[in-house]
């Protein structure tokens, strides 16, 4: 059945102007974007959300790259969502994507294993974590804004 997902478009994607040409690739492989948000991340914010990350020696300079800029944060829904958004992403590292993964979004509008222009939920545990984190109040079908 349906899978939902958790996908941003980071600082460096929104600040590059990738987020129509990102979205015309999620409409084009099929997602449907059931809900959708600009913000702009505090310090406490994206210090929640990269919980998992707290303890990374690359994680203080994570939150200052995060909070940079405002962020576009989606809810994507398709059959196997999580791992067909994160091959669609390609590697972490883009600077590596753009050799290995030259057609991925990375590749795309990335730099670097940091700046790396957006993210996707790794596993469907973390994009229930992950959608609630964003979409607390969303309950299955209801396409109404949070902000
Ligand atoms: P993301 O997929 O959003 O998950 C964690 C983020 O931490 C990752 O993308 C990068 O932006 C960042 N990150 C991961 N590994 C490194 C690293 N080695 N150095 C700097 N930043 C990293």
Not at 104 to 117: F, H, P, Q, T, V
Not at 128 to 141: A, L, Q, T
Request: aromatic fraction near 8%; proline fraction near 3%; glycine fraction near 6%.
């Amino acid at each position: 059945g349906e899978e939902r997902t958790l996908a941003m478009v980071k600082p460096d994607g929104v600040s590059g102007n990738y987020t129509d040409e990102i979205k015309r690739i999620i409409v084009e492989a099929s997602f449907s974007i059931v809900n959708e948000m600009f913000t702009q991340l505090d310090k406490e914010t994206a210090s929640a959300f990269y919980e998992e990350h707290s303890s990374r020696s690359f994680f203080p300079h994570l939150v200052t790259y995060m909070t940079s800029g405002p962020v576009l944060v989606m809810l994507l829904e398709k059959r196997n969502a999580v791992s067909d958004w994160r091959r669609l992403i390609g590697p972490t590292d883009a600077g590596k994507a753009k050799i290995s993964h030259p057609h991925s979004i990375r590749a795309l509008c990335g730099k670097d294993s940091e700046r790396n222009c957006v993210h996707g939920s790794d596993s469907t545990s973390s994009a229930e974590r992950e959608i609630k984190f964003f979409f607390k109040n969303v309950v299955s079908g209801d396409t109404a804004s949070q902000h």
